[in-house]
């Protein structure tokens, strides 16, 4: 499809790129969605891991929204039920009332008050002022959401698991008659007064007026009106480490605080009924980690700080390790800036906010 023509190019294919691909073509645009993957899914990867296919091996949660949970289900055919056991952030700071505290993640003051002090208060780097105006800003904000959705207090999570959630989204893209070129990088992208060109790694040209990016589209340039712009990127690998244990009780998903070398932490047993058939009584757990703790490949070091945390339980034993690496890398906040006003806003952006796409969904889609 050389020199394909399209209102909008989508570049991505996450979450979030899927719903704004659909969204723009129940509008009447004609939409192309181009990834560099072969399949569907954008970071939220399933993979081949311990003899099992379709595995999702990148730990995450679907914060609680209801406006998002009710968005992803009208635009990917999602359809939600509550996790096995409650997922949890387990805080370690130095404060006499924020240590050691396993906290249920949900939709209630409680908890946006640690995300609060977390994403808005721990910046040392800020002035005092600009601390207290971003925390007192996010307060105000979620209070005001808690008021008007007081009910909703439970994370849920797609009941098919990450694979039908990503097959759903696949067919509804289809029935949307969006245009998929995947497996295919963007190389160039240049912006006229009239027309949009995004050259892509195999040769081909699609042109359109406006253009989508994700804030994790590898690109090597962009030229607007003459000038060109070079990317400015900073490196956001994932490095996760999955654990095949034995003698461990259902573990749930954990936002991990101030515990160097983890971040998140996920049994995802319940979500795939043939790990459960080829290692009988025991639990898969994916980890995000740093990458310290990642090139070490010392499973026991892990498991050992999964146990301190009360994560996983005492007795637990490892009998499977494997390590997978996810080289990414996201645009600056800044070079995002000046290609939208350079380009007056015919190229936009999609990106997720510090508190996840859950927030950045519900707060895009009116």
């Given at each position: 499809m050389s020199n394909a023509q399209f209102d909008v190019i989508v570049v991505g294919s996450s979450i979030t790129s899927m719903i704004e691909a659909i969204h723009l073509a129940r509008e009447g645009k004609k939409v192309a969605l181009v990834d560099r993957q072969e399949d569907i899914g954008g970071v939220w990867r399933l993979e081949s891991c311990f003899g099992l296919d379709d595995v999702e091996t990148t730990p995450h949660i679907f914060l609680p929204d209801a406006k998002a949970y009710r968005l992803i289900s009208e635009y990917l055919n999602c359809k939600w039920a509550p996790w096995p056991l409650k997922p949890k952030m387990f805080v370690r700071r130095n404060s006499r009332f924020m240590n050691r505290l396993h906290i249920p993640i949900g939709h209630n003051l409680q908890n946006y008050f640690v995300l609060a002090v977390v994403k808005r208060w721990d910046k040392p780097r800020q002035s005092l002022i600009k601390r207290i105006r971003k925390f007192t800003k996010f307060m105000s904000e979620k209070m005001w959401i808690l008021a008007r959705t007081g009910s909703l207090n439970e994370p849920l999570y797609p009941v098919s698991g990450m694979k039908g959630l990503l097959d759903e989204a696949r067919a509804a893209l289809d029935k949307s008659n969006i245009a998929r070129f995947q497996g295919v990088g963007v190389s160039h992208l240049e912006l006229s007064d009239d027309i949009s060109t995004v050259r892509l790694d195999d040769g081909d040209v699609l042109s359109s007026r406006d253009i989508c990016l994700n804030q994790h589209v590898d690109i090597k340039n962009i030229k607007i009106r003459d000038k060109d712009y070079s990317p400015e990127y900073q490196d956001c690998s994932s490095l996760n480490y999955n654990l095949i244990l034995k003698d461990c009780e259902p573990a749930s998903f954990n936002y991990m605080i101030g515990v160097p070398e983890i971040y998140l932490v996920s049994d995802i047993t319940d979500f795939y009924g043939s790990i459960s058939e080829k290692f009988?009584?025991?639990?898969?757990?994916?980890?995000?980690?740093?990458?310290?703790?990642?090139?070490?490949?010392?499973?026991?070091?892990?498991?050992?700080?999964?146990?301190?945390?009360?994560?996983?339980?005492?007795?637990?034993?490892?009998?499977?390790?494997?390590?997978?690496?996810?080289?990414?890398?996201?645009?600056?906040?800044?070079?995002?800036?000046?290609?939208?006003?350079?380009?007056?806003?015919?190229?936009?952006?999609?990106?997720?906010?510090?508190?996840?796409?859950?927030?950045?969904?519900?707060?895009?889609?009116?």
């Open positions: 009988p009584g025991c639990r898969f757990i994916t980890t995000r980690v740093g990458r310290k703790l990642a090139e070490t490949k010392e499973p026991e070091e892990l498991l050992a700080v999964l146990k301190e945390t009360n994560v996983v339980s005492a007795a637990a034993s490892v009998v499977r390790d494997d390590y997978v690496f996810y080289a990414r890398k996201r645009l600056s906040r800044q070079y995002i800036k000046d290609i939208t006003r350079s380009s007056g806003k015919r190229i936009y952006f999609l990106i997720a906010g510090d508190l996840g796409i859950m927030d950045s969904i519900s707060g895009r889609y009116a």
